[in-house]
């Protein structure tokens, strides 16, 4: 099985219909971070672009009754697909959907050839394939300046759904989340769902 993570670029450049790169972005848009690593996403090339459908056979009833992660998950992958295809020389416009009818897509992504695309979003390229899952404990070493001032800036971008912890939350904060963490490892359903989602799976 052919590992994901590696994608030529220049491979891109070989392909002739709208499909085939479609269907090439679509690479990038799978290695998005997802709940639990369950992946509900699933999509269809289109000749205006990609339908985007929530993979509700991927739902988490217990864990995620809500979907929130869910529908958080399918936002990442949409995301990835939008700074690909930025990167590759394509603009994109999202529209999202009701989801009163599961056949549905939550999202429609129109996809258009530019000279000029949107350079914040092909910036972010590179990330991609370089996010990954840390479950080592951090260094404690504090941030390089830029970086920590790239991110007060996208906090600040995005008050409503982004924010700092202050220092003198934290403990309060990591004494919630524990408090949570006990009631919910305590229900013998929540933990076979994450046990049915984990095994050798990784992000």
Known sequence: MSNPWIIDEADFYELESHEEQMQFLLRY????????NTQPWSFHVTPEGIQVFADTSRRLMIV???DRELLMSVGAAITNFCVAAAHFSFDTTVAYEARSIESLPVATILVRETCAPNVDLAARFPAIRRRHTNREPYDEQPLEPAVLQAICDLVDANPATLRLILPQDKERIAECVETAERALMARP???????GWGGERSE
């Open 64 to 66: 995620d009754r809500n």
């Open 189 to 195: 359903a929540y933990r076979a769902e994450l046990a």
């Open 29 to 36: 848009a799978i290695l998005a971070p997802s709940g639990h």
